[in-house]
């Protein structure tokens, strides 16, 4: 089963369950996938917005566009971004609209609900390297109260059975001018330079 092509068909086969997934009746369906690629690099982003769900893909919208902007500045664009790299959330339905306008936060029993299907990715592709995206996403992985104690800096862990590498990102949202202003925006620099430099990251530039 760990061969690639094993891999790839235990994916395929944990991404119909996956899309068949009603467990969250406030969420709105469809499920968001990326693509099921067997690759040693996970994103984990946090929630599909609305524009997702009829794209078909997550991060298919204007923070879409400044994350694409940041890994092709370190060699991948985004067409082979999604086809070299596996794309996970926390959450993979649309939680709606919040009282402020902006996106509605997962309740916790909604992430808990989701856990399962993040945990069976984990499980099955070993990544050796994982890039969480915003607070939510990072606080699956490690404690985090400030984004600057965080971002910019390498951390292994043990995930799912397995030792790995974990760089945080911030979120690429418009709202937020944390990745555009000090210390923020150097920490982003120092944060992309280490997935640039790690050789799961590497082998990804060699592939054709």
């Known amino acids: 089963p760990f061969t690639p092509e094993g891999r790839v068909a235990g994916i395929l086969a944990h ?32 929630a599909p917005g609305a524009r997702e769900g009829p794209a078909g893909r997550p991060f298919a919208w204007t923070a879409g566009r400044t ?13 082979a971004f999604r086809s070299r790299v596996y794309m996970a959330a926390v959450c993979r ?8 306008g902006g996106d509605r936060v997962p309740s916790p029993a ?6 399962r299907w993040l945990d069976a990715e ?11 995206v915003g607070k939510l996403a990072i606080s699956q992985l490690m404690p985090v109260k400030r984004l600057k104690d965080v971002v910019g800096r390498l951390q292994r862990l043990e995930v799912a059975g397995s030792r790995t590498a974990v760089v945080p990102l911030p979120h690429p949202s418009g709202a937020s001018t944390w990745h555009r202003t000090e210390p923020g925006s150097q920490l982003l620099r120092d944060a992309l330079e280490q997935i640039r430099s790690h050789t799961a990251w590497q082998s990804l530039l060699q592939t054709t």
Not at 28 to 41: D, F, H, N, Q, T
Not at 110 to 115: F, I, L, P, S, W
Not at 122 to 132: D, S, V, Y
């Open 110 to 115: 909604e992430v808990a609900n989701c856990r």
């Open 15 to 46: 991404q119909a369950q996956l899309r068949a997934c009603r467990a969250c009746p406030a969420m709105i369906p469809p499920v968001v996938l990326g693509r099921p690629v067997a690759s040693p690099v996970m994103l984990i982003g946090q």
């Open 67 to 79: 994350l694409f902007g940041w890994f092709a500045d370190i060699g991948l664009d985004e067409a």
């Open 93 to 100: 339905c649309f939680p709606g609209k919040g009282t402020t």
């Open 122 to 132: 984990l499980e099955l592709l070993a990544p050796e390297l994982i890039i969480p």
